[in-house]
């Protein structure tokens, strides 16, 4: 056995809040994060289209382990439909393939609210990540193929009309969870709606815990002139983890919890983890004064280490 490479990079661990720009995509986002930090290691919790502006969180180092409890959260949208119009990418960017006169008012747009909240079904659009047979949609779609995606179930939990600027725009505000097409959300709106439609703008707002308001853009980071000084920018790896019941240890637990092995807390402070809930606790953040030590699940009096974090 050789000497393990040396990773190249810093050593660089936590969140960045990301107020993605037009027409950027998310991979492209992280390798410019990664480079302009220097870091070892980076990654996006959940895809952005390009014609996206908003919150595309990125994680570094050991805030990485963290991505999954991100991927999960809810998000907030705020978007604009343009009726009258369907186009092959159910954004402005592709060619027009449907065309109708119907414009339907704001009654008929309050009244097919209510079918499209809740739990629904919704089939991605074509240009879009979902990975048909090994290859990505929006891979076989610029081939020109056209695929068949399935069903799926998606949860809307809230769909607010905000504003009707003319005839032909709608703005909207959507907290979705997981998996969720704000563009084929638009697409089958204007199909219920007896017209045709696209996405013409679309914004994401907040990811879980990360706000746009909080964010930074790429300019923002690019004004400082060292990998070090944008460090200030950097949220703590735990920012993720803010809707996860919270256990303080000891630093003989935390060194347990360290090694991969379970630590044993309090009645009181399984108590105050537990609240109502009597079962096994999937998900806990052990923290040693504030610090993230480990996810742990919670079983008894016994913290069993799922995740553990190995820097600051």
């Known amino acids: 056995m050789g000497k393990q490479r040396r990773k190249k990079g810093r050593p660089v661990s936590g969140w960045i809040i990301l107020d993605k720009a037009y027409d950027f995509g998310s991979t492209e986002a992280v ?3 990664k480079w302009l930090f220097q870091a070892q290691k980076a990654g996006h919790a959940g895809t952005l289209d390009p014609l996206a502006t908003g919150v595309l969180p990125i994680a570094f180092g050991e805030a990485t382990k963290t991505v999954p409890y991100v991927m999960d959260a809810t998000k ?7 009726w009258g119009e369907a186009t092959a990418t159910d954004d402005r960017e592709g060619d027009v393939i449907a065309a109708s006169d119907k414009r339907p008012s704001r009654a008929e747009i309050e009244n097919v609210l209510p079918d499209f909240t809740g739990t629904i079904e919704q089939v991605p659009p ?6 048909i047979g090994g290859e990505r949609a929006y891979d076989l779609a610029r081939e020109g193929k056209t695929v068949e995606i399935e069903k799926r179930q998606i949860d809307i939990h809230e769909l607010t009309l905000v504003d009707i600027p003319d005839a032909d725009h709608a703005v909207f505000e959507a907290v979705t969870g997981k998996g969720a097409y704000v563009r084929a959300l638009v697409r089958d709106m204007a199909v219920a709606l007896g017209t045709q439609g696209h996405v013409s703008e679309l914004r994401r ?8 308001e909080d964010g930074v853009t790429i300019a923002d980071l690019e004004k400082l ?5 944008r460090d200030a920018a950097l949220l703590p790896i735990d920012a993720a983890l803010s809707g996860l019941p919270q256990a303080s ?4 637990e935390a060194d347990r919890l360290k090694r991969g092995q379970p630590a044993v807390i309090t009645a009181a402070t399984a108590k105050g983890v537990r609240g109502a809930d009597v079962g ?3 998900a806990v953040l052990a923290s040693l004064h504030g610090e993230a030590v480990a996810i742990c699940e919670l079983d008894g009096l016994k913290l069993k280490p799922l995740r553990v974090f190995n820097a600051g």
């Open 205 to 212: 707002t907040a990811v879980g815990p990360f706000r746009a």
């Open 31 to 33: 390798s410019k994060l």
């Open 76 to 82: 907030r949208y705020r978007f604009t439909a343009k």
């Open 280 to 282: 096994t606790i999937p």
């Open 126 to 131: 074509q240009f879009s990540a979902v990975k």
């Open 225 to 229: 002139e060292t990998p070090e000084a």
């Open 249 to 252: 240890v000891g630093g003989p």
